[in-house]
């Protein structure tokens, strides 16, 4: 019998659909050593964001042999040690095609809620604070939005930013990309300078150093709007606060931070941005779609390693 755990949160439809087909699935939390422990006789781990799977972990659980499979919930394996993984011959997958409407859409939402000043006005009205002559606010219509990273979320987000009338320009480690001729494809320094709103959808390469520091925020517009749905480690927290405080970035939306869940209290609650606890994927929709590829990816990883034969159609 295949043993799969699960250790945080997974679709209830997707966990019964593996259940029926003689899969154990055990879905519980377990981090740092105990997860290693538990995981001496498990074939398959899924995880999303709270787990740090380091070597160490890594080593504990070989001590079983069983484990051949690691899965990530969503985007990214930045929380993964994958060389490692791989040398002791465990596949690393993850899902990244679920989440990324759910990801465009709250970018395309906090572009919005920036430039009306929506989520501090929330804060302000409950205050007792009317403040309607405060929070002028600017139509997107008509502004340009730079996009760091033109992969599935950026072409979506590029999508619909250019329906809602904005100028798309973009860079990308691979250039200029065939078939997107709406949007500009620019230097990553002429996005940083030249546009209105800027929204970085890159993933994280551990041991890179940040993406935008004090010398990238000062490339930019002044009074510029910021918006970081893609992984925290990618922007220096201090120099956004300052960036912040002195009125170069106008405003700042940021799902993701450079540590999770214990965030920087400062930035989060600074009155210029609007923040959430990463909700890119918290989604019914996501989550849907994500149980349905995870399904998917045990279902092949089985019929591989001939656990299972063609006639169970768990991944329908």
């Not at 995880?47 to 799977?53: A, E, H, L």
């Not at 009317?130 to 997107?140: C, L």
Request: hydrophobic fraction near 40%.
């Amino acid at each position: 019998m295949c043993k799969v755990l699960v250790t945080d949160g997974m679709n209830k439809n997707a966990i019964d659909r593996l259940r029926k087909f003689n899969i154990d699935v055990e879905h519980k939390f377990y981090d740092g050593m105990e997860l290693g422990e538990k995981l001496k006789d498990k074939d398959i781990l899924v995880i999303r964001s709270k787990n740090v799977i380091t070597k160490e972990i890594i080593d504990k659980a070989c001590e079983g042999n069983t484990l051949k499979l690691i899965i990530r919930s969503g985007v990214g394996l930045d929380n993964i040690d994958v060389k490692y993984a791989n040398e002791k011959g465990i596949k690393v997958l993850n899902t990244p095609n679920a989440s990324t409407r759910s990801v465009a859409e709250l970018t395309i939402g906090q572009i919005i809620t920036l430039s009306r000043f929506i989520n501090i006005a929330n804060v302000t009205m409950r205050d007792g604070q009317w403040n309607k002559k405060q929070y002028v606010g600017t139509e997107i219509f008509g502004k340009t939005l730079g996009i760091i990273g033109l992969g599935r979320i950026g072409k979506t987000v590029a999508n619909m930013a250019y329906n809602l009338g904005m100028n798309v320009i973009y860079y990308d480690i691979l250039g200029k990309i065939d078939g997107y001729e709406n949007y500009k494809f620019c230097t990553f320094e002429e996005v940083l300078k030249n546009a209105d709103f800027i929204t970085i959808h890159i993933p994280l390469e551990r041991g890179q150093g940040y993406l935008i520091g004090t010398k990238e925020f000062n490339m930019m517009k002044d009074r510029v709007y910021f918006i970081n749905h893609a992984r925290g480690g990618l922007v220096c927290e201090k120099a956004l606060i300052k960036a912040l405080d002195s009125g170069k970035v106008e405003a700042a939306a940021l799902d993701v931070y450079e540590k999770e869940p214990n965030v920087n209290l400062e930035l989060v609650n600074h009155p210029m941005v609007s923040p959430t606890p990463h909700l890119g994927a918290s989604t019914v929709e996501a989550q849907e779609r994500i149980g349905r590829e995870i399904v998917k990816i045990i279902y092949n990883f089985l019929l591989e390693n001939e656990i299972i034969d063609n006639d169970m159609q768990i991944a329908q």
